[in-house]
């Protein structure tokens, strides 16, 4: 090689290497634009599946919230038709109560049902002795039975005759009045307990009622809400 091809080796050289460099740097430069695309995309899916995920969590909530009101709307509603249903039983027993004062209207048929009374009573304590309460009212009654009802007894079940103390220290309450609807009343019927006061039956009306209400209960509420209720 002479002098003269020297400088253009050189050149040759310097081409071929600013070549090179350029082409170097043209691969790093398109490598970093994918993985900047790439990240970028990471990041955007990233943040899309963060707002996806937010937005679930809130449809969730407000899901939620939406069964929630729905089952305090309903507990609402039945709360109030179980009220309105309790209002007609209730409204039926006052209307049956209310009954129960012309029964110790008649005294020939009052007389009879207070005898039944006191030797269903007798029967349920089976006591030799026992303490009867009445209404003031009804003394007279009571006492024009007392005889007939121990012999009834007493042959039912082949006892002897109890002793029966009527009670005219202490009286059931009399009948329900308007003047005062809150005092204690008591609609007819008996008490009967043990001398010693440990075994009480109440067989008063009042009490009859309430036991038949309680056992015809469901009864009662089937005829009247049955066609609610499907």
């Known amino acids: ?3 003269a091809d020297v400088p253009k080796q050189i050149q040759q050289m310097c081409r071929f290497i600013r070549q090179e460099a350029e082409e170097k740097a043209n691969e790093i430069s398109v490598s970093a634009e994918e993985e900047f695309n790439i990240e970028k995309l990471q990041l955007l899916e990233a943040e899309k599946k963060k707002i996806r995920q937010e937005y679930e969590r809130k449809e969730k909530q407000v899901d939620v919230r939406k069964k929630i009101e729905y089952s305090m709307q309903l507990n609402a509603s039945r709360i109030k ?16 109560a209310k009954d129960l004062l012309n029964v110790s209207g008649d005294d020939y048929k009052y007389k009879k049902l207070l005898q039944d009374l006191i030797v269903q009573s007798l029967l349920r304590l089976k006591e030799p002795a026992v303490l009867l309460r009445c209404r003031e009212a009804d003394v007279n009654l009571v006492e024009s039975v007392l005889e007939s009802a ?8 082949q006892v002897h005759a109890p002793e029966i103390l009527l009670d005219h220290q202490i009286y059931l309450p009399p009948a329900p009045s308007h003047h005062n609807v809150h005092a204690l009343s008591c609609s007819g019927g008996v008490v009967l307990a043990s001398r010693d006061g440990k075994i009480v039956f109440e067989n008063t009306l009042d009490a009859r ?22």
């Open 150 to 157: 121990k012999e009834e007894y007493a042959e039912k079940a």
């Open 81 to 96: 038709v179980l009220q309105a249903q309790d209002d007609v039983v209730n409204s039926m027993k006052e209307s049956a």
């Open 1 to 3: 090689m002479n002098d």
């Open 209 to 230: 009622l309430d036991v038949v209400f309680r056992q015809k209960l469901p009864v009662i509420r089937k005829l009247l809400f049955s066609q609610v209720a499907a």
